[in-house]
């Protein structure tokens, strides 16, 4: 997929409706957060296989600051940025940074004044267009974050410039296979109801698109890997209030929400008594994919990415860069 079919084949993109969107939902949030934590124990086991001491970390799209602690272990003498689009979530973030602000006390004083003397500096930004100085950081880590931006091909270049060369970029993403069985249960009930097929799952990019957009945006020796993860309800309902919990539709302001309810403004959404219909067979459709030992599952196609910021070929004004260990390659004939 090239960044022109990124550009045209995902929905507009509404960054204040998915600001509330977030907003909204920050103080549910934490009740399905052991998936990014789960997610997040396993980029840390990647990074066990990685050689990189940063002097400064942001972590993009940082949410409620669930990350903020295990980064600090990790790192203690990096100071830790964060920056996500939700004002709610960056205000629990920052009562989560202050609620564990003891462990500094057990620092050498220049190790604090390093840290600075309120946790992680926070900002309220969008991924494709951060408030920070070209090359401001050496380690930018983004856990189950870049998949709410419809413009991936805008966001790695952004990253890209945050960085410094040789920077590292750690992250996490969902690929298309997530929310499959509510996706087809969508379709079932749109075609036995004759309504007109419409989105209610994010398109999710696909890993190799992703890993091409990375090269494009000026990052080296990208590593991909994904796996799939299941979860398994005891009922539909259960099932869709998490989604709900999860989900963010930036483009969803005239379909119906996630849980089947109308997210209707104006004549483009469905009617009360439709909706409600729509909403039963989606109930009766998910009870249908029960499996043998009675649950119901949900799949999750999880992405890993990393790669590090390339060394310009160009300079500002234009000459061309040499990298030392370049010089006297032969060339393929």
Request: one cysteine or more.
């Amino acid at each position: 997929m090239s960044s022109n079919s990124v550009k045209s084949g995902r929905p507009a993109y509404d960054a204040g409706f998915l600001r509330r969107i977030f907003d909204r939902r920050a103080a549910a949030f934490g009740e399905v957060s052991f998936l990014p934590r789960e997610i997040a124990q396993r980029m840390r086991e990647r990074l066990d296989f990685i050689k990189v001491e940063p002097a400064r970390i942001l972590d993009a799209g940082c949410g409620a600051g669930d990350d903020f602690s295990a980064l600090r272990e990790r790192f203690p003498e990096a100071p830790v940025f964060g920056t996500d689009l939700s004002h709610a979530m960056l205000a629990r973030a920052t009562a989560r940074a202050g609620g564990d602000a003891s462990w500094r006390r057990l620092l050498p004083a220049a190790l604090q004044r390093a840290l600075g003397a309120h946790g992680p500096r926070l900002a309220q930004a969008d991924f494709a267009a951060l408030p920070f100085a070209a090359g401001a950081f050496d380690f930018i880590w983004s856990n189950l974050a870049l998949q709410w931006h419809p413009r991936p091909d805008l966001v790695f270049p952004e990253w890209q410039r945050a960085l410094k060369v040789g920077g590292l970029l750690m992250f996490s993403t969902l690929g298309p296979d997530t929310l499959r069985e509510l996706r087809g249960a969508y379709a079932e009930v749109e075609a036995a109801h004759g309504v007109a097929s419409r989105p209610h799952v994010i398109d999710f990019v696909d890993m190799h698109d992703l890993g091409d957009m990375l090269v494009e945006s000026g990052f080296e020796i990208p590593v991909m890997d994904q796996e799939t993860l299941t979860i398994t309800y005891q009922s539909p309902e259960s099932l869709l209030a998490d989604v709900r919990r999860w989900g963010a539709y930036p483009f969803a302001r005239t379909l119906a929400g996630p849980a089947g309810g109308s997210r209707a403004a104006g004549a483009g959404g469905l009617a009360g008594a439709l909706a409600r219909r729509l909403h039963a067979a989606l109930i009766a459709a998910l009870e249908a994919r029960r499996r043998e030992d009675g649950t119901i599952a949900l799949t999750f196609e999880v992405i890993y990415g990393h790669a590090w910021k390339a060394v310009p070929r160009k300079t500002a004004e234009g000459y061309g860069v040499v990298r030392l260990e370049d010089i006297g390659r032969r060339r393929p004939t």
